[in-house]
């Protein structure tokens, strides 16, 4: 994996700040989300900054996509989680298109830290968010 340079240093201190499992796997989603905007075309360059205090990727120059965040979550059953926001149907079409994965309410992919990150659903997910209000225009 090639992990993009981190943009701001608050967020990168962040990072740092999570335990070693959590932080490898917090990485991966980040990784995931680069991976995933330069794949799409009409995405352009994606800001890294913190949002309530949790690493978040938005896409600024274009506006496609709603704020993706990343961070720990013991409260919805998961140990690390991908946020979007509650105020789009991204987590009711995910439920639909992936009934097996967990979901914390209207706000959150979840995962734990001894599984496998679900790759491929999750790129899919993470490439819905990225153009999410590219896809409501029409």
């Known amino acids: 994996m090639t992990i993009a340079i981190f943009q701001n240093s608050d967020v990168a201190a962040v990072f740092d700040a999570y335990p070693k499992p959590l932080q490898d796997r917090l990485?991966?989603?980040?990784?995931?989300?680069?991976?995933?905007?330069?794949?799409?075309?009409?995405?352009?360059?994606?800001?890294?900054?913190?949002?309530?205090d949790q690493p978040a990727y938005l896409t600024p120059q274009t506006k496609s996509g709603t704020t993706i965040r990343i961070d720990t979550d013991n409260k919805n059953g998961g140990e690390y989680a991908l946020y979007v926001n509650c105020k789009t149907s991204l987590i009711e079409n995910?439920?639909?298109?992936?009934?097996?994965?967990?979901?914390?309410?209207?706000?959150?992919?979840?995962?734990?830290?001894?599984?496998?990150?679900?790759k491929e659903e999750v790129m899919h997910m993470i490439a819905m968010a990225l153009t999410y209000n590219k896809r409501q225009k029409y």
């Open 27 to 52: 990485l991966e989603l980040r990784e995931l989300i680069f991976e995933m905007a330069l794949k799409i075309d009409g995405v352009g360059d994606l800001q890294e900054t913190l949002k309530w």
């Open 94 to 118: 995910w439920k639909t298109q992936y009934p097996n994965l967990k979901y914390g309410g209207t706000r959150s992919l979840q995962f734990a830290l001894d599984e496998e990150l679900p």
